[in-house]
């Protein structure tokens, strides 16, 4: 079976090659993507009827019915714990459906395995790539396939599906070597290989840059006129206008409509999703007696293996303010952050923190125990939750104590470490034990302040969704009041809901006169949040910028480029 | 391939269970356990069932003196147990009890061999047990330092350090012989009983009152200290960890000179306090039977003082068996195997539940959710009890058991 | 001097089972199975097929024939440690138990089933030998090539073995290229790496880990068979097959998942097994013989820092070893 799709696919794409002559402006584009979807519109791809799906006593789908043509690119729309991701891994095999079935081509099948998604031409792109590190990309393609093991032969095929749809991919180059872009062409050509017909892709543009997102769509646009249906899996909104066929919307397992794209606008997906109408403003206040807090003067740090991942960085962040730092994914922000919050040593520069009275303490030679000892309240909300920020399978409370086990310890607590900073150092040794009740009553406050959607406050972390997660995280480094907040990718993986819900905790952050050094990938909201932006281009600083005026092409251009030393 | 099929049965994972449903799971499973034990006592050794037990409880617990060498046993295996556990918290597979209990012993036996009748009895005692704490310690904290610095993998590290503990305790064996040639020291300063631990009540009374303070102690180390936070961390994350402000490396050796200077410290017990002597053997693997304790009883003290108590027992009664009916030692080996083998999958049934696939689902209506959560439950019983059946036909059925699991997955 | 000659032949008799279990081990592991009951299989394997050697002398009264001779206590030593892998596949795969602890609970249960029909056997068979010898049943085993004797050093060091010593070689050298240049091979690794992946490109997780922790196990099963029918000469003496198991697994690693490497690794580990005969201690100082026999578990522990140091990523345990894997976990 799986051979004869593959030689259908291949048949059709014989005739495809010709057809892209849409490299031109993106008007031009969208019409012919429509006109070609009218054409094929009729025929069904998928079709899920009443699908259930529990966990535990949770539905995380219920009842959900839903199409997909031929050669339309559906978006599906939800929030964090939605349904969206369940839904689909039912259709990849990874789930079965408490109840309901699912037709593919008008044909009720029952999908149990990955490998029957595939014989079905049904293939799926996952939010976290499903590849062999230390196998070549090649290898990963050809995983899972029958018959006798030809590397030579699967490369030539492998190459020819990359210049169809104009990927690049180096097929002897291992996975560990490779960029998350490169990750994701592989995945997407592991798909392709297999003959897929219906193709989901489970938010791939996350963790791209926007050129690789537009690079992406180009690769979509391309298969779906080819004639495959594809379901992309997104949180942003103007994605999803710019590339789908249509839209459908679940929310809390449950399914809410659907619509032309064309016809839908972001405030109303956005209700849709949220089952109430948002606000999309960022408030952006005027910062007050904005005063140094942190100075960074000539930082320079080696990855592990000696290569300059931050070259000579100097800049300023203001107490009462929002720095915003712009730049391609992996040119440096991580290392910075890591750097001032004592977690890298630097090869050299300084990292000042400047009292209220104006004294400096370097931080360059500090970790973050000894930072913490100094009294020097500072928050670090890291990229990597789970593995950095949080333990995953501890609950709730316990994850609170995370910064403060060491006192048993409550704000005054904290207070007090800054009069009596040595005393309380010593008394803090000579304790053994720790406070389990206040960082329980923390957890309680986090959860009912924040909204975090919990059975409990002994669950564990890992078993919250992406957002809530996230909200547990910033509500501990909220909580102890600190004078410097950092935050990487605060809102990656986060619906619209959460998100904004996390830049107004920030922005309250900064009216309480924290200074905030806020990393980002959208653009759109750095430009909307920060006061100012500093913009890095491999691993240098290639200009500061004011947030209020600045245009989005200048900043975009300077990440990609060393920018005018403006503003500064 | 297109026509519908569901299949047979499909894994879910619980949410949580009560604790007193999962002790029931594990009395059943236990029950089970013993009951297989039973038909494999009864067919190999043509004993009637009733006389097993009688047997069993007989070597357990069939003389008063019977009985408090079964608590002090019990009592050795839970300090072993306990050592390990916060390495074991912090995901550090610290295998080489073994090796750190025996070098333990031979720091003692040391002692009384070179100063015994030297020094004062009092003095001697404190110098045995700081420096079988200390080689014990000494022991654990060679391979943690290998994996604090390079991530060496500790199992196999610890093992070789078992193996390298009982080479020089035989290379002592022999250097102290007596009588010369004998290969072995007998008990140590048998007339004078130097360097002997004093007896509280009677000579079985005071490794269990130890066994029961270092409970509580553990309990509340792992629990309650800055530490035992400090163990759950790193064994979760080590990058956690380090944002934390907790350095890895340090809380890795710290754990490990705790655990392995209290198997140190059990050794001493072993030796000044109940053998008088050290052979290679005087661990009798126990540091590989405390291993599973700490595991099976979840790195919880209180229940672990249970499960050792179960394995002794069990070992005792089949050594009465095999000692009755003229059979090999080893029957007590199998015996705890068994048990160990079905302890090991019943908690599948305390973090998994087994749906059962109804013929019609198109029948089956959204039922209230605690409906569902019923027949899970009573799903998740019988499978216990099949593989219950499976395993008394010394594992011909888990084959059978295998295919259907199997064919689950297949298409 | 150590006269080679005679060294050699006795450390490859030494590695054999070494080989066999670390062959064994290296195909579970590359599965993502860490078998730590690999020591009890071995027991179990050796034991199986000194209780099937038994039986068919018993029954045979004298009148050997050769193929059954082998073939009898081979099939015995094969299915007993298949069993052995069913449960352990039965545990940490269907059941997810630990496997860490699985693997200790399997390797005291198989060392006390040796140890005990070792002991027992006689008693339970109601038979009137005073101890198992089934130097018979061994001569098959160890019966090396006619020829050899005449090729001098040439045929003392390479022609002079049983066969299962040159099975264990060619096992090895097949599964070394099964799993490097199969499609077979390719499904293996990726599912000891990422089962998770392997299981979304629709290749059966649950099956290969099956198949090669069984596989693996029978494998392990053939060392104890070799140290009983061959290198102890049909004697079973209990707790006389030691650590071996454990070496084999420590093996394992110094060879790097590689079996072709696992083959010089043996050798030269069965080597130092024995090297202490070997090292002159005089007659009044029998203790440092204890010392030298320290010598490959030093060895062992100093090559597992080397490597551990050398961090390379391809040299690197499959990574998701010693995991159980849940389709369905979130």
């Given at each position: 079976?799986?051979?004869?799709?593959?030689?259908?696919?291949?048949?059709?794409?014989?005739?495809?090659?010709?057809?892209?002559?849409?490299?031109?402006?993106?008007?031009?584009?969208?019409?012919?993507?429509?006109?070609?979807?009218?054409?094929?519109?009729?025929?069904?791809?998928?079709?899920?009827?009443?699908?259930?799906?529990?966990?535990?006593?949770?539905?995380?789908?219920?009842?959900?019915?839903?199409?997909?043509?031929?050669?339309?690119?559906?978006?599906?729309?939800?929030?964090?714990?939605?349904?969206?991701?369940?839904?689909?891994?039912?259709?990849?095999?990874?789930?079965?459906?408490?109840?309901?079935?699912?037709?593919?081509?008008?044909?009720?099948?029952?999908?149990?395995?990955?490998?029957?998604?595939?014989?079905?031409?049904?293939?799926?792109?996952?939010?976290?790539?499903?590849?062999?590190?230390?196998?070549?990309?090649?290898?990963?393609?050809?995983?899972?396939?029958?018959?006798?093991?030809n590397i030579k032969e699967a490369e030539t095929k492998i190459r020819e599906i990359c210049d169809r749809y104009g990927f690049v991919v180096d097929p002897n180059k291992k996975i560990y070597d490779m960029t998350v872009s490169e990750k994701q062409t592989v995945e997407i050509v592991k798909v392709l290989y297999r003959g897929v017909n219906i193709l989901i892709l489970d938010e791939p543009t996350?963790?791209?840059?926007?050129?690789?997102?537009?690079?992406?769509?180009?690769?979509?646009?391309?298969?779906?006129?080819?004639?495959?249906?594809?379901?992309?899996?997104?949180?942003?909104?103007?994605?999803?206008?710019?590339?789908?066929?249509?839209?459908?919307?679940?929310?809390?397992?449950?399914?809410?409509?659907?619509?032309?794209?064309?016809?839908?606008?972001?405030?109303?997906?956005?209700?849709?999703?949220?089952?109430?109408?948002?606000?999309?403003?960022?408030?952006?206040?005027?910062?007050?007696?904005?005063?140094?807090?942190?100075?960074?003067?000539?930082?320079?740090?080696?990855?592990?293996?000696?290569?300059?991942?931050?070259?000579?960085?100097?800049?300023?962040?203001?107490?009462?303010?929002?720095?915003?730092?712009?730049?391609?994914?992996?040119?440096?922000?991580?290392?910075?952050?890591?750097?001032?919050?004592?977690?890298?040593?630097?090869?050299?520069?300084?990292?000042?923190?400047?009292?209220?009275?104006?004294?400096?303490?370097?931080?360059?030679?500090?970790?973050?125990?000894?930072?913490?000892?100094?009294?020097?309240?500072?928050?670090?909300?890291?990229?990597?939750?789970?593995?950095?920020?949080?333990?995953?399978?501890?609950?709730?409370?316990?994850?609170?104590?995370?910064?403060?086990?060491?006192?048993?310890?409550?704000?005054?607590?904290?207070?007090?470490?800054?009069?009596?900073?040595?005393?309380?150092?010593?008394?803090?040794?000579?304790?053994?034990?720790?406070?389990?009740?206040?960082?329980?009553?923390?957890?309680?406050?986090?959860?009912?302040?924040?909204?975090?959607?919990?059975?409990?406050?002994?669950?564990?972390?890992?078993?919250?969704?992406?957002?809530?997660?996230?909200?547990?995280?910033?509500?501990?480094?909220?909580?102890?009041?600190?004078?410097?907040?950092?935050?990487?990718?605060?809102?990656?993986?986060?619906?619209?809901?959460?998100?904004?819900?996390?830049?107004?905790?920030?922005?309250?952050?900064?009216?309480?006169?924290?200074?905030?050094?806020?990393?980002?990938?959208?653009?759109?909201?750095?430009?909307?949040?920060?006061?100012?932006?500093?913009?890095?281009?491999?691993?240098?600083?290639?200009?500061?910028?004011?947030?209020?005026?600045?245009?989005?092409?200048?900043?975009?251009?300077?990440?990609?480029?060393?920018?005018?030393?403006?503003?500064? | 391939?297109?026509?519908?099929?569901?299949?047979?049965?499909?894994?879910?994972?619980?949410?949580?269970?009560?604790?007193?449903?999962?002790?029931?799971?594990?009395?059943?499973?236990?029950?089970?356990?013993?009951?297989?034990?039973?038909?494999?006592?009864?067919?190999?050794?043509?004993?009637?069932?009733?006389?097993?037990?009688?047997?069993?409880?007989?070597?357990?617990?069939?003389?008063?003196?019977?009985?408090?060498?079964?608590?002090?046993?019990?009592?050795?295996?839970?300090?072993?147990?306990?050592?390990?556990?916060?390495?074991?918290?912090?995901?550090?597979?610290?295998?080489?009890?073994?090796?750190?209990?025996?070098?333990?012993?031979?720091?003692?036996?040391?002692?009384?061999?070179?100063?015994?009748?030297?020094?004062?009895?009092?003095?001697?005692?404190?110098?045995?047990?700081?420096?079988?704490?200390?080689?014990?310690?000494?022991?654990?904290?060679?391979?943690?330092?290998?994996?604090?610095?390079?991530?060496?993998?500790?199992?196999?590290?610890?093992?070789?350090?078992?193996?390298?503990?009982?080479?020089?305790?035989?290379?002592?064996?022999?250097?102290?012989?007596?009588?010369?040639?004998?290969?072995?020291?007998?008990?140590?300063?048998?007339?004078?009983?130097?360097?002997?631990?004093?007896?509280?009540?009677?000579?079985?009374?005071?490794?269990?009152?130890?066994?029961?303070?270092?409970?509580?102690?553990?309990?509340?180390?792992?629990?309650?200290?800055?530490?035992?936070?400090?163990?759950?961390?790193?064994?979760?994350?080590?990058?956690?960890?380090?944002?934390?402000?907790?350095?890895?490396?340090?809380?890795?050796?710290?754990?490990?000179?705790?655990?392995?200077?209290?198997?140190?410290?059990?050794?001493?017990?072993?030796?000044?306090?109940?053998?008088?002597?050290?052979?290679?053997?005087?661990?009798?693997?126990?540091?590989?039977?405390?291993?599973?304790?700490?595991?099976?009883?979840?790195?919880?003290?209180?229940?672990?003082?249970?499960?050792?108590?179960?394995?002794?027992?069990?070992?005792?009664?089949?050594?009465?068996?095999?000692?009755?009916?003229?059979?090999?030692?080893?029957?007590?080996?199998?015996?705890?195997?068994?048990?160990?083998?079905?302890?090991?999958?019943?908690?599948?049934?305390?973090?998994?539940?087994?749906?059962?696939?109804?013929?019609?689902?198109?029948?089956?209506?959204?039922?209230?959710?605690?409906?569902?959560?019923?027949?899970?439950?009573?799903?998740?019983?019988?499978?216990?009890?099949?593989?219950?059946?499976?395993?008394?036909?010394?594992?011909?059925?888990?084959?059978?058991?295998?295919?259907?699991?199997?064919?689950?997955?297949?298409? | 001097?150590?006269?080679?000659?005679?060294?050699?032949?006795?450390?490859?008799?030494?590695?054999?089972?070494?080989?066999?279990?670390?062959?064994?081990?290296?195909?579970?592991?590359?599965?993502?199975?860490?078998?730590?009951?690999?020591?009890?299989?071995?027991?179990?394997?050796?034991?199986?097929?000194?209780?099937?050697?038994?039986?068919?002398?018993?029954?045979?009264?004298?009148?050997?024939?050769?193929?059954?001779?082998?073939?009898?206590?081979?099939?015995?030593?094969?299915?007993?440690?298949?069993?052995?892998?069913?449960?352990?596949?039965?545990?940490?795969?269907?059941?997810?138990?630990?496997?860490?602890?699985?693997?200790?609970?399997?390797?005291?249960?198989?060392?006390?089933?040796?140890?005990?029909?070792?002991?027992?056997?006689?008693?339970?068979?109601?038979?009137?030998?005073?101890?198992?010898?089934?130097?018979?049943?061994?001569?098959?085993?160890?019966?090396?090539?006619?020829?050899?004797?005449?090729?001098?050093?040439?045929?003392?060091?390479?022609?002079?073995?049983?066969?299962?010593?040159?099975?264990?070689?060619?096992?090895?050298?097949?599964?070394?290229?099964?799993?490097?240049?199969?499609?077979?091979?390719?499904?293996?690794?990726?599912?000891?790496?990422?089962?998770?992946?392997?299981?979304?490109?629709?290749?059966?997780?649950?099956?290969?880990?099956?198949?090669?922790?069984?596989?693996?196990?029978?494998?392990?099963?053939?060392?104890?068979?070799?140290?009983?029918?061959?290198?102890?000469?049909?004697?079973?003496?209990?707790?006389?097959?030691?650590?071996?198991?454990?070496?084999?697994?420590?093996?394992?690693?110094?060879?790097?998942?590689?079996?072709?490497?696992?083959?010089?690794?043996?050798?030269?580990?069965?080597?130092?097994?024995?090297?202490?005969?070997?090292?002159?201690?005089?007659?009044?100082?029998?203790?440092?013989?204890?010392?030298?026999?320290?010598?490959?578990?030093?060895?062992?522990?100093?090559?597992?820092?080397?490597?551990?140091?050398?961090?390379?990523?391809?040299?690197?345990?499959?990574?998701?070893?010693?995991?159980?894997?849940?389709?369905?976990?979130?």
């Open positions: 079976m799986c051979c004869r799709l593959f030689e259908r696919r291949m048949l059709r794409e014989g005739e495809a090659p010709q057809k892209g002559t849409f490299w031109g402006p993106g008007r031009k584009r969208k019409k012919l993507r429509r006109e070609s979807r009218d054409q094929e519109m009729s025929e069904t791809a998928i079709e899920f009827k009443n699908i259930s799906k529990q966990f535990g006593n949770v539905y995380a789908n219920k009842n959900i019915s839903l199409k997909l043509y031929k050669g339309e690119i559906l978006a599906l729309l939800g929030e964090n714990g939605s349904g969206k991701t369940t839904l689909m891994n039912m259709l990849a095999g990874i789930y079965y459906p408490d109840e309901g079935s699912i037709a593919v081509d008008g044909k009720e099948v029952s999908i149990r395995s990955p490998k029957d998604a595939l014989s079905l031409g049904i293939g799926m792109v996952h939010q976290h790539f499903k590849l062999v590190d230390v196998l070549t990309a090649t290898e990963n393609v050809i995983l899972g396939l029958p018959g006798k093991l996350a963790v791209l840059t926007p050129q690789e997102a537009e690079r992406l769509f180009r690769v979509i646009w391309r298969m779906r006129n080819d004639g495959k249906a594809i379901i992309i899996i997104t949180h942003k909104m103007h994605e999803v206008k710019e590339i789908s066929d249509r839209v459908a919307i679940l929310r809390k397992g449950e399914y809410i409509g659907e619509m032309a794209t064309e016809d839908a606008d972001i405030q109303e997906l956005t209700n849709m999703m949220v089952g109430r109408a948002v606000s999309l403003n960022i408030e952006r206040k005027t910062p007050v007696n904005p005063k140094p807090k942190i100075e960074v003067e000539h930082l320079t740090i080696l990855d592990e293996e000696g290569v300059a991942k931050i070259s000579d960085v100097s800049f300023t962040a203001n107490s009462g303010e929002i720095l915003g730092i712009a730049g391609i994914s992996g040119c440096g922000q991580k290392e910075l952050l890591e750097c001032i919050s004592g977690l890298v040593k630097p090869l050299n520069g300084h990292v000042y923190y400047v009292e209220e009275d104006e004294s400096r303490t370097d931080l360059v030679n500090l970790n973050p125990l000894q930072i913490q000892q100094k009294g020097i309240a500072l928050s670090f909300v890291p990229e990597d939750r789970l593995g950095m920020g949080l333990v995953g399978s501890m609950d709730i409370a316990d994850n609170m104590m995370l910064r403060s086990f060491r006192y048993g310890a409550t704000q005054q607590d904290i207070d007090r470490v800054n009069k009596s900073r040595f005393l309380e150092n010593l008394k803090q040794k000579m304790q053994p034990f720790t406070d389990r009740k206040t960082p329980r009553n923390l957890a309680q406050t986090v959860v009912e302040d924040l909204n975090v959607v919990t059975p409990s406050i002994n669950t564990p972390v890992s078993n919250l969704s992406g957002g809530n997660v996230q909200k547990v995280l910033v509500g501990r480094e909220i909580a102890s009041h600190p004078k410097v907040l950092m935050t990487a990718y605060a809102v990656r993986g986060l619906d619209i809901n959460s998100s904004y819900q996390i830049y107004d905790l920030i922005n309250k952050q900064k009216e309480s006169g924290t200074a905030v050094i806020y990393v980002g990938e959208d653009l759109d909201v750095l430009l909307e949040l920060s006061d100012r932006i500093l913009v890095l281009c491999g691993g240098r600083v290639s200009g500061i910028i004011d947030g209020r005026g600045a245009n989005k092409e200048e900043v975009g251009l300077m990440m990609t480029s060393m920018g005018g030393e403006q503003g500064k | 391939m297109n026509e519908k099929k569901n299949p047979l049965f499909h894994i879910v994972k619980r949410k949580s269970m009560p604790l007193s449903k999962q002790m029931m799971v594990r009395l059943i499973a236990v029950a089970v356990a013993i009951a297989v034990c039973a038909i494999v006592t009864v067919i190999t050794t043509g004993m009637n069932p009733l006389s097993v037990f009688a047997a069993t409880f007989r070597g357990a617990f069939g003389s008063g003196r019977k009985i408090w060498i079964t608590l002090q046993d019990t009592a050795i295996l839970l300090l072993i147990a306990l050592a390990l556990t916060p390495a074991f918290k912090m995901k550090f597979w610290n295998i080489g009890g073994e090796g750190q209990v025996l070098m333990g012993g031979l720091a003692s036996a040391a002692c009384m061999i070179v100063l015994g009748d030297k020094i004062p009895d009092p003095v001697l005692n404190l110098l045995m047990i700081v420096s079988s704490v200390f080689l014990g310690a000494l022991w654990g904290a060679i391979p943690a330092l290998f994996k604090a610095k390079w991530k060496t993998n500790e199992t196999l590290s610890t093992l070789m350090m078992n193996y390298i503990a009982i080479q020089i305790v035989a290379f002592f064996t022999i250097y102290w012989e007596v009588p010369k040639g004998s290969g072995k020291i007998g008990i140590i300063n048998q007339s004078t009983n130097a360097g002997w631990l004093m007896q509280i009540g009677n000579k079985y009374l005071l490794p269990i009152l130890i066994s029961v303070i270092v409970t509580v102690g553990i309990y509340v180390y792992m629990k309650y200290t800055k530490h035992g936070y400090e163990i759950a961390v790193v064994g979760e994350s080590e990058r956690t960890a380090r944002y934390a402000g907790i350095r890895p490396g340090k809380v890795i050796i710290r754990t490990m000179l705790l655990s392995g200077g209290l198997c140190g410290f059990v050794g001493m017990l072993l030796v000044g306090g109940i053998h008088h002597t050290i052979t290679t053997t005087i661990t009798g693997g126990q540091g590989f039977t405390a291993v599973m304790v700490s595991w099976l009883a979840q790195f919880n003290p209180f229940t672990m003082m249970g499960v050792s108590l179960l394995i002794i027992f069990l070992s005792h009664g089949a050594s009465e068996i095999s000692t009755s009916c003229g059979l090999n030692q080893s029957f007590g080996e199998i015996i705890t195997g068994i048990i160990l083998f079905f302890i090991i999958g019943c908690e599948f049934f305390i973090q998994y539940k087994v749906i059962f696939r109804k013929k019609e689902t198109e029948n089956t209506k959204e039922g209230p959710a605690g409906q569902k959560e019923e027949t899970g439950q009573d799903s998740a019983e019988k499978p216990e009890n099949e593989a219950g059946n499976a395993k008394e036909d010394s594992e011909e059925k888990p084959e059978n058991e295998t295919t259907q699991v199997d064919e689950e997955v297949k298409s | 001097m150590i006269d080679l000659v005679a060294f050699i032949p006795r450390a490859i008799g030494q590695s054999v089972p070494l080989l066999f279990g670390c062959t064994g081990e290296i195909i579970t592991e590359k599965s993502g199975n860490l078998n730590l009951g690999i020591p009890g299989v071995m027991y179990v394997g050796g034991i199986c097929g000194v209780i099937g050697a038994f039986a068919y002398e018993q029954a045979s009264k004298g009148n050997m024939i050769g193929i059954l001779a082998i073939g009898i206590p081979m099939l015995c030593s094969l299915i007993g440690s298949l069993l052995m892998g069913l449960l352990y596949c039965f545990l940490t795969v269907s059941l997810r138990a630990n496997q860490n602890v699985t693997g200790l609970a399997m390797t005291t249960f198989g060392v006390g089933f040796g140890n005990f029909f070792g002991g027992s056997l006689i008693k339970l068979s109601g038979s009137d030998l005073p101890t198992i010898s089934l130097s018979k049943t061994s001569s098959f085993f160890s019966a090396s090539l006619p020829f050899a004797d005449k090729l001098g050093w040439f045929g003392k060091i390479f022609l002079s073995y049983g066969f299962l010593t040159y099975l264990a070689i060619i096992i090895a050298a097949a599964a070394g290229l099964i799993i490097k240049k199969t499609r077979t091979g390719l499904h293996l690794r990726a599912v000891g790496e990422n089962p998770a992946t392997a299981d979304a490109a629709g290749i059966d997780v649950v099956r290969y880990k099956y198949i090669s922790t069984c596989l693996g196990c029978m494998i392990a099963g053939l060392g104890g068979l070799y140290y009983v029918m061959d290198y102890a000469s049909g004697i079973w003496s209990n707790d006389a097959f030691g650590d071996r198991g454990w070496l084999a697994i420590a093996l394992v690693i110094f060879c790097i998942w590689k079996p072709g490497l696992g083959i010089l690794a043996s050798i030269l580990f069965g080597g130092l097994y024995i090297v202490y005969l070997y090292i002159p201690a005089g007659m009044d100082h029998m203790e440092y013989k204890e010392l030298y026999k320290m010598i490959p578990y030093v060895v062992t522990l100093i090559v597992l820092v080397i490597t551990s140091m050398r961090n390379k990523k391809e040299n690197q345990p499959p990574a998701s070893l010693g995991l159980p894997y849940f389709r369905e976990n979130r």
